[in-house]
Structure formats: structure tokens, C-alpha cells
């Protein structure tokens, strides 16, 4: 079971707040160093989450951490370290937190895009129930449903893409990659929750954690 699993998780976008409901986060690809997977586990929690807005920011980290807590892990919100939002634009002062928290992996996921895309939704034929009064049962079936058509229509789906990788501390190297394409998601909170499902599901799929 995984003990620890940190991550640095650096957002630059501020637009989730808008998106329509109803959404789900897939994993599109993924890669991991197949050198690491008989290593020593990567054990350890850091979570940056960079936002224009700050509330946007430690509600994101928050939500972040506990779900990893939720998932038997630990982790620290980035903004208990570092509470100010100019920190997040040194390099140092991230370096800094993550030697202070004793970390052994860092995770950063960058929003790639968002984008509006069209797609077609096709006609469909339904049958509804009917009331039918009178007549013989023969002739009962036959009204009992009646057909009801839908033409099709052409919808607008929000889509964020994120990229997402995994460094471990000591040594320094890319050790997991993916990227992940997010529907209509309701909130930026929505998205971390489905997001640390994904990478942890496959980080221990791939043998990098317990």
C-alpha cells in the first residue's frame, strides 16, 4: 500500500470556474522509466498548484492533498510552505520547499490547452408508453407505444488538456509522464479529484509506488 507519494502539482489556468457540468478526465498516454521500476518506491507529499487567483490556488492544492490522504498517502498543500503567490515564481523557493519537506519525487502538471470542440450528436428513434382506451387486445399492442423521434443536433464541449510528469528527487529524472484531456468538468476541484485517481492508478500499475 502506498505510504507517501508527493507531489508538485503547477496549474496556469484560471478559466475551470466556468466550465459546464457533467465532465470526466481520461488519461490519453502515458510513459514511465522502466529503469525506475525496480528501484526503491517513490514515498514522500508536495503539492503546488499556480493560479491567478489565489483562493483558486489553495482550494486546488487542498482538494489535491486530500485526496491523496483519502488514498492511504500524505501530502502537504504547497501554500502551508510557501503561502504567498510570488513564491511560486522563483525557482529557489520551490527548490527550497521541496528539500524542507524531505521529498523524494516531484510532480508538475501544466495546462497544454483549453478549447471549445464541436461535436455531432445523431438522430435517435425512441419508443414512450401510451394510453389506449378501448378496442379489442388485439389491437391494444399497437397502441400501447408510440415513436418518438429526435433529430440531431450539434453540441460544444470545454475540453482542457493537461500534461503531467513525475521527477524523482534523488536522482534527478523524468521517471512517469501523461497527459490527460478533461469534458465539460465542473470545477477545478473536480478535475484534481480525478486527476490524482488517474496518475496513481498508473504509477502503481507501472511498479513506481505501492
Known amino acids: ?10 496549474l496556469t489556468f484560471s478559466t475551470l470556474g466556468i466550465i459546464s457540468c457533467t465532465g470526466s478526465t481520461s488519461l490519453i498516454e502515458s510513459w514511465h522509466d522502466e529503469t525506475s521500476v525496480n528501484g526503491p518506491k517513490l514515498e514522500s507529499v508536495l503539492v503546488l498548484g499556480v493560479f491567478q487567483d489565489d483562493t483558486t490556488r489553495r482550494t486546488f492544492e487542498t482538494r489535491f492533498a486530500e485526496s491523496v490522504v483519502a488514498g492511504g498517502g500524505q501530502a502537504i498543500a504547497g501554500y502551508t510552505l510557501m503561502p504567498e503567490e510570488s513564491d511560486y515564481d522563483e525557482e529557489e523557493e520551490i527548490v527550497a520547499a521541496v528539500q524542507n519537506s524531505n521529498v523524494d519525487a516531484v510532480l508538475i502538471t501544466h495546462l497544454k490547452d483549453v478549447s471549445d470542440e464541436e461535436r455531432y450528436v445523431p438522430p435517435r428513434a425512441d419508443y414512450a408508453p401510451a394510453m389506449a382506451y378501448g378496442g379489442f387486445y388485439g389491437s391494444y399492442y399497437g397502441s400501447a407505444y408510440h415513436r418518438v423521434y429526435t433529430p440531431g443536433y450539434t453540441v460544444v464541449d470545454t475540453v482542457v488538456s493537461l500534461e503531467t510528469r513525475v ?4 536522482p534527478k529524472k523524468l521517471v512517469w509522464a501523461g497527459n490527460t484531456k478533461s469534458v465539460n468538468s465542473a470545477s477545478s476541484e473536480t478535475i484534481a479529484g480525478e486527476l490524482v485517481k488517474i496518475v496513481v492508478d498508473d504509477m502503481r500499475s507501472s511498479g513506481l509506488i505501492d
Open 167 to 170: 521527477y524523482s528527487v534523488n
Open 1 to 10: 500500500m502506498m505510504k507517501q507519494l508527493v507531489y508538485s502539482l503547477v
